[in-house]
């Protein structure tokens, strides 16, 4: 389960940040006070538009940054006073492939389990499944810098997972991936949660959040400003789709602002 307790979280601006983003100080409140829970057995969505703060929450709730306000536990265990033991539990993933190229997909999946401390029996299970799942068999031994980007995307997930996490976090899983790879992912995403895992993914295309996620949060400007299924979305806003109610609940947002 991941509980976030009125998370805040303000980045402090350099010279060059503030002129980019033509702020007026040198504070960017990038979370807003956001309280969300999800659980096991789900796909929970964080959604919102760029720059809504998706990443960043992520980011937090995975230990990468610690937020300015608030708390966040992960099965119990406070990010920011107990990081190992959330980092036992989840696996973090994004787009941003970042592997050594010199190594074959085979060799950075054994070493990342070694580092686990995973016995090698399990982890030459673990890779018979995963590799099986995502095509890598077939080039296990060539060295990353050899693979297509698609490839190098799902050996970056298959390696993400090797410890068999509880908690899945994936920060816009299909950004930049072919329609091929894209279903594959988001398959196994839905695999994960039969296997009652806790996926949690962010997206700003209403569309797969309607067909993948159980529950969602909507970002807009930091702040949440909606918590529930997709049936209460609809319903709060008397809107057809999810994209219907995102604009709606946009509207609504601007509307208070301005
Ligand atoms: N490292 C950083 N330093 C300063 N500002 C940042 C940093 N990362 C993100 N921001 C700003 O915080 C806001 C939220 O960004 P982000 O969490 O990446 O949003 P999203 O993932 O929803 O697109 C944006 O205005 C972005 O410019
Ligand atoms: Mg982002």
Redesign the pocket.
């Known amino acids: 389960m991941v509980e976030v307790q009125h998370v805040t979280k303000i980045?402090k601006?350099n010279k060059k940040?503030m002129e980019e983003?033509k702020a007026k100080n040198n504070m960017?409140v990038?979370v807003k006070n956001v309280s969300v829970t999800a659980h096991e057995g789900e796909i929970f969505g964080i959604l919102?538009p760029?720059?809504?703060?998706?990443?960043?929450l992520l980011r937090c709730v995975s230990t990468l940054l610690d937020p300015t306000e608030g708390t966040i536990l992960v099965n119990g265990h406070d990010t920011v006073k107990e990081g190992e033991a959330v980092r036992r539990s989840i696996a973090f993933l994004t787009n941003e492939v970042k592997m050594d190229a010199h190594f074959s997909p085979k060799y950075l999946f054994r070493f990342f389990g070694r580092l686990y401390g995973i016995p090698d029996d399990v982890i030459s299970m673990r890779q018979k499944e995963l590799f099986e799942y995502f095509n890598i068999t077939e080039f296990e031994d060539k060295r990353v810098e050899e693979l297509s980007t698609g490839m190098k995307q799902k050996v970056s997930i298959a390696v993400s997972l090797v410890h068999d996490p509880s908690i899945v976090i994936f920060d816009e899983p299909t950004n930049g991936l072919d329609i091929i790879t894209a279903r594959a992912v988001t398959d196994y995403l839905k695999l994960l949660k039969e296997r009652g895992k806790l996926v949690i993914i962010?997206t700003h295309i209403m569309p797969e959040a309607q067909k993948l996620c159980d529950r969602m949060a909507m970002i807009i400007q930091g702040s949440c400003v909606f918590q529930g299924t997709l049936e209460e979305a609809l319903q709060g806003t008397h809107a057809e789709d999810l994209e219907d109610a995102f604009f709606e609940l946009y509207r609504k947002t601007m509307e208070v602002e301005s």
Request: proline share 0%; no cysteine; hydrophobic share 20%.
């Open positions: 980045y601006l940040q983003q960017k990038a919102g760029n720059g809504a703060g998706k990443t960043t962010s």
